[in-house]
């Protein structure tokens, strides 16, 4: 196992880094995503998020997520694959798979300091924000990089091919 890949975590194994981050008065930050085709817009999302806070928690919605999110013909990329790629980003400390169709219950077990998702979000559309502020948490929208976006990569592909 890579040291990158230690960073990929079940969702028992977040709920007690979590603690523990908690308990040393660390600020969480939280994002979650399908990010099936790893591209630019991902890469400034995840490193501006990290700069948020100490420690970065990623949660990535499992296979099944993604098919009953996006359709059938997603995810490009399988979860785990997904995973590996993003665990080598030096910005991510932790992810974990989640299989609903929303992060919510990781949201409330993680209860992170920062949460943060891409300014193609409402603030009041983000899933768990209400909860993230319940207890004195920021939300947060990160400016989405205009012409990247993996739905925008597929379709280019499919034109192109």
């Not at 990158?4 to 908690?22: M, N, S």
């Not at 991902?42 to 490193?47: A, D, K, P, S």
């Not at 920062?114 to 993230?132: C, F, M, Q, T, Y």
């Not at 400016?143 to 379709?155: R, V």
Request: charged share 25%; aromatic share 6%.
């Amino acid at each position: 196992m890579t040291t990158y890949q230690k960073k990929i975590k079940t969702i028992d194994q977040i709920k007690q880094l979590a603690e523990t981050f908690r308990s040393q008065k660390k600020r969480i930050v939280f994002t979650n995503g399908c990010f099936d085709l790893l591209h630019l817009g991902h890469v400034r999302y995840l490193t501006e998020a990290k700069d948020k806070g100490d420690v970065l928690i990623v949660g990535v919605n499992s296979d099944q997520s993604v098919k009953r999110l996006k359709g059938q013909n997603r995810p490009i990329t399988p979860q785990d694959a997904r995973c590996e790629v993003l665990a080598a980003l030096t910005c991510i400390d932790y992810l974990t798979i989640f299989d609903d169709d929303t992060p919510l219950e990781l949201i409330e077990m993680i209860h992170p300091d920062v949460l943060v998702k891409g300014g193609d979000w409402l603030p009041e559309n983000i899933v768990g924000s209400e909860h993230v502020s319940s207890y004195g948490g920021r939300v947060i929208t990160i400016p989405y990089l205009q012409g990247f976006s993996s739905s925008e990569i597929i379709k280019k592909i499919n034109i192109d091919g």
